[in-house]
């Protein structure tokens, strides 16, 4: 598998690279990411999401659902805070 899925990597240089994965976002608790971890997991969300929405209510017990939406934004809204520091930095 490759270091980033989704062909997220592809127009990003190293040096950007390095600098996602060296920018750490604070997620509550006393956890961090980095907004490269928080980028790669923002895709697989949003792919399941896009996977499961031609299935109907019930058709499938592994479909995800609203909550599941709602998580997706969250991890949306880390991925922006991160990016804004990664900007600054």
């Known amino acids: 598998?490759?270091?980033?899925?989704y062909?997220?990597?592809d127009s990003l240089s190293d040096?950007?690279?390095d600098q996602l994965e060296a920018?750490?976002?604070p997620l509550g608790y006393g956890r961090t990411r980095s907004?490269?971890?928080l980028v790669v997991g923002w895709a697989a969300q949003v792919n399941k999401l896009h996977a499961d929405s031609?299935?109907?209510p019930g058709e499938?017990?592994?479909s995800w659902n609203a909550h599941d939406?709602?998580?997706?934004?969250?991890?949306?809204?880390f991925v922006e805070r991160g990016s804004t520091r990664s900007a600054t930095s």
Do not use: E, K
């Open 1 to 5: 598998m490759s270091r980033y899925p």
């Open 7 to 9: 062909g997220i990597a």
């Open 15 to 17: 040096d950007h690279l």
């Open 23 to 25: 920018t750490m976002v």
């Open 35 to 37: 907004v490269a971890d």
């Open 54 to 56: 031609d299935l109907r």
């Open 60 to 62: 499938d017990r592994d």
């Open 69 to 77: 939406s709602v998580a997706a934004l969250i991890i949306r809204g």
